[in-house]
């Protein structure tokens, strides 16, 4: 009822523009008759008459000139709330809740969001660091980056952005102290160093004869929540740590670690951009989604360099 409302309200501007029947039936591209049983229709809702009809010209009542001129406003403000919103749904605005892993987040996804929020001043980010996983409907998140397998992809867009290789090392001088692991059943003499989550069972993915990877029981002497700190504490050589590659790269090049059991501990984990399912993507997201897809893609970026 609504719809043919507004339809008869344009019918009715169009003839008191043009002034004219068959000039304003042609523009609207339909009959005369239909035209003016339109006009009819909303002369009898309205309970007045806004146009003189003669068989030579048309002309507004003056119910009719005060009806135009509101209805000529009101369609200037519809088309410029129209126009302003189409125009601010192409920029980047509003505020994005981002959550990242602590140490890789930092490392190489805040660089480009920081980039992001001075291309975009409009843009508002909320950034949270986690090493745990989160939920994004209930934690009312937009977008995370997530390191590991996806348990639950039902409600959630994913876009792979590459892999994380982990390596086991350790300082020249722990293993000085120590000695050096040939095999799987050797970690048991060592003091390896876990991380999150705190207080679980202590386990390294390692491959078996086989090649498959599988949880692997160690003896554990430390727990350290924070991969900058494990770093840290493998450096001092307080133990052997199973690591991400990109955190330990340029001291296994320095020759400040040493990694150990390669064949063992090469599994690759993959890396997640994610998002909630919706019909329409705004473009506070598509930005920030755009650009992270295209850092891992870059042959020189940091990001890529990290997870290749």
Not at 59 to 80: F, K, R
Not at 269 to 297: C, D, S
């Amino acid at each position: 009822m609504i719809n043919n409302q507004f339809v008869e309200i344009r019918h009715f501007v169009t003839v008191a523009q043009l002034g004219s029947f068959t000039l304003a039936a042609q523009a609207l591209g339909m009959t005369g008759s239909a035209l003016s049983k339109s006009i009819v229709r909303l002369e009898t809702r309205l309970g007045t008459k806004l146009l003189h009809r003669t068989t030579r010209r048309v002309s507004l009542t003056n119910d009719g000139d005060s009806y135009l001129t509101d209805c000529q406003n009101a369609i200037a403000i519809l088309e410029n709330a129209q126009s302003r919103l189409g125009s601010e749904q192409q920029i980047p605005s509003g505020r994005v809740r981002v959550d990242l892993p602590i140490t890789f987040g930092r490392r190489y996804i805040l660089p480009t969001l920081l980039v992001l929020s001075q291309k975009y001043p409009k843009l508002e980010l909320s950034i949270t660091f986690n090493d745990r996983v989160t939920d994004l409907f209930s934690d009312g998140i937009d977008l995370a980056v997530r390191v590991g397998q996806l348990n639950d992809t039902v409600d959630l867009i994913a876009r792979r952005l590459g892999e994380q290789r982990r390596v086991i090392c350790a300082s020249p001088d722990y293993f000085a102290r120590l000695g050096t692991p040939k095999s799987k059943k050797d970690l048991g003499q060592h003091q390896c160093i876990v991380g999150w989550p705190l207080g679980q069972q202590h386990r390294w993915l390692l491959k078996n004869e086989d090649g498959i990877t599988e949880a692997y029981d160690i003896p554990v002497r430390h727990e350290i929540a924070d991969c900058e700190a494990i770093l840290a504490a493998t450096l001092a050589g307080v133990g052997l740590a199973q690591v991400p590659i990109w955190l330990v790269e340029d001291h296994l090049k320095s020759g400040e670690l040493i990694s150990v059991l390669d064949e063992l501990a090469t599994e690759d984990t993959p890396i997640h951009l994610i998002w909630l399912k919706t019909p329409y993507i705004q473009p506070k997201l598509r930005v920030i989604i755009e650009a992270l897809v295209e850092l891992a893609k870059a042959p020189r970026s940091r990001f890529k360099a990290a997870i290749s």
